[in-house]
């Protein structure tokens, strides 16, 4: 049973579309297969990858938190990406919570689409605060993620916390832009 899953988490990460890899678990479900949360989160991967934000969202809530499935490193690091996609900053912040609560490391990518949502939704001593923590656990964010924080924090006044974020910045050698 566990080596059909393998398969057919495999299957769903190597589909080159969604069809593909919505018909691979329709004949898994079809014949009584129980999919674990690795297949979920294949196929969440794929439907955040492709833009599918939305799609990705129902399938994790109606069958993962329903079922309360267990939520894998890279089920959550999806989510997190799908959530800031979506705007739901505040869902975005449980699963991240929760990575870090497993003394696990969120992915380089979802931690910039973090901070960019911070940044988009106008919360940026919020999104410093998880800024820290990010820095905190060593993960390197992309120049964009810095500059926009930087320069946001400014904006409205936040200096001592902007320079922090610049001093990280320029201590894990990521060259700021001119207009920083």
């Known amino acids: ?70 939520r894998n490193l890279s089920l959550l690091n999806s989510m997190i990406i799908c959530y800031c996609e979506l705007g739901k900053l505040d869902e975005a912040k449980l699963c991240i919570d929760k990575v870090f609560g497993m003394k696990s490391l969120p992915i380089h990518g979802a931690c910039s689409a973090l901070i960019k949502q911070f940044c988009a939704q106008d919360r940026y001593l919020e999104g410093f605060g998880y800024f820290v923590k990010i820095s905190d656990a060593d993960i390197l964010l992309n120049s964009m993620c810095y500059n926009r ?16 974020v610049f001093d990280v910045m320029c201590d894990n050698g990521v060259p700021p832009t001119v207009h920083l």
């Open 1 to 70: 049973f566990s080596c059909a899953q393998g398969v057919i988490q495999r299957i769903i990460s190597q589909c080159s579309s969604i069809p593909e890899a919505l018909s691979a678990i329709n004949y898994a479900v079809e014949r009584g297969m129980e999919l674990d949360s690795d297949s979920y989160s294949s196929l969440i991967q794929k439907l955040v990858c492709c833009g599918e934000a939305q799609l990705a969202e129902s399938l994790y809530v109606d069958f993962l938190l329903s079922r309360d499935i267990k």
């Open 149 to 164: 924080l930087v320069d946001n924090l400014c904006y409205r006044g936040y200096l001592d916390e902007a320079l922090y």
